[in-house]
């Protein structure tokens, strides 16, 4: 496997499950990221791990929880959503420890996820 | 606060024809850097250019150009005879130090037709 690979690729899921969604990098890098990508909405950041450490938190409802045991992965855990949570969800991971994102950040393709 | 602006949200070509994507953007940071993606309808952001504040040089990648002008604070995307797997939404996005993160344009969605 190269670059950034995530899974599954498609989920769907009722508003009581819990599920958690996986990405991993194979590119050495030491920052990674989730963005929310919902329909006619931009690109919305929701967490950046640096060096495994989170260093952003961009005002993400609780049921959205993630983690990262290594610098190559990182999960998503979902739990209690709801419909409006429905939307494209994409890691990314980049060279810069700091997770400042000045350096490129290369995208996994995704999970569309949606709600029932 | 960084902000970027595609103020395009579609555009429709017919194939071979040259089309520009606008990128105008904003920061008080003196150094910070560009990028354009491009996200086909597979979902996954493809890298396909990061510029540094200092280097105005315009760049050519084959049929792709890119127009840096800080006097106009623009980042424009050239695709010169476009083709139909150009279509695509394309993204351009900002990031400093001083930021801390990237925000993201909106996109805009070319479809190049047959």
């Known amino acids: 496997e190269t670059g950034v690979t995530q899974t599954p690729r498609h989920l769907v899921m009722g508003m009581t499950n819990k599920k958690s969604l996986k990405c991993e990098q194979h590119?050495?890098?030491?920052?990674m990221y989730w963005y929310k990508q919902s329909a006619k909405k931009p690109l919305e950041l929701m967490f950046v791990?640096?060096?495994?450490?989170?260093?952003e938190n961009n005002s993400v409802p609780s049921r959205f929880s993630p983690e990262c045991p290594n610098s190559s992965h990182l999960f998503l855990h979902l739990h209690t959503l709801q419909p409006e949570d429905s939307a494209l969800y994409l890691c990314a991971s980049s060279q810069d420890p700091g997770g400042t994102s000045t350096d490129t950040q290369y995208f996994g393709p995704g999970t569309r996820l949606t709600v029932l | 606060a960084q902000k970027v602006t595609q103020a395009q949200t579609e555009i429709s070509v017919v194939e071979k024809e040259d089309v520009t994507l606008d990128c105008v953007y904003e920061t008080r940071d003196t150094t910070y850097y560009l990028f354009w993606y491009k996200q086909p309808p597979s979902g996954e952001l493809v890298f396909l250019i990061r510029?540094?504040?200092?280097?105005?040089q315009n760049e050519i990648s084959g049929r792709y150009s890119w127009n840096f002008q800080k006097s106009t604070s623009s980042f424009n995307f050239t695709i010169t005879a476009s083709q139909v797997v150009d279509s695509a939404v394309y993204f351009c996005a900002l990031s400093s130090s001083r930021a801390g993160k990237s925000t993201f344009g909106d996109g805009t969605t070319l479809t190049v037709k047959p």
């Open positions: 590119l050495g890098h030491n920052a």
């Open positions: 510029r540094n504040s200092f280097d105005e």
């Open positions: 791990y640096s060096l495994e450490e989170r260093v």
